[in-house]
């Protein structure tokens, strides 16, 4: 009966983990996606954002 117990505690153990890890992962991906936006638009120059704002 144990052996039973076990096997189905380490099922349950290796679902857990892995649905854990593959949502951290999906997290770090959007977050990585997210700081090379930003860094993009940091980077950008005062002239080269007065250029595109011109419109206002």
């Known amino acids: ?3 039973i117990k ?3 505690i380490e099922w349950l153990r290796e679902i ?3 649905g854990i890890v593959s949502n951290l ?3 770090f991906d ?3 996606e997210k700081v ?3 860094s993009t638009q940091v980077g950008t ?3 080269a ?5 011109k419109g206002w």
């Open 1 to 3: 009966m144990d052996m």
């Open 6 to 8: 076990e096997a189905i």
């Open 16 to 18: 857990l983990v892995g």
């Open 25 to 27: 992962s999906g997290m």
């Open 30 to 32: 959007s977050v990585n």
């Open 36 to 38: 090379g936006e930003i």
């Open 45 to 47: 120059t005062p002239q």
């Open 49 to 53: 954002w007065n250029v595109c704002c």
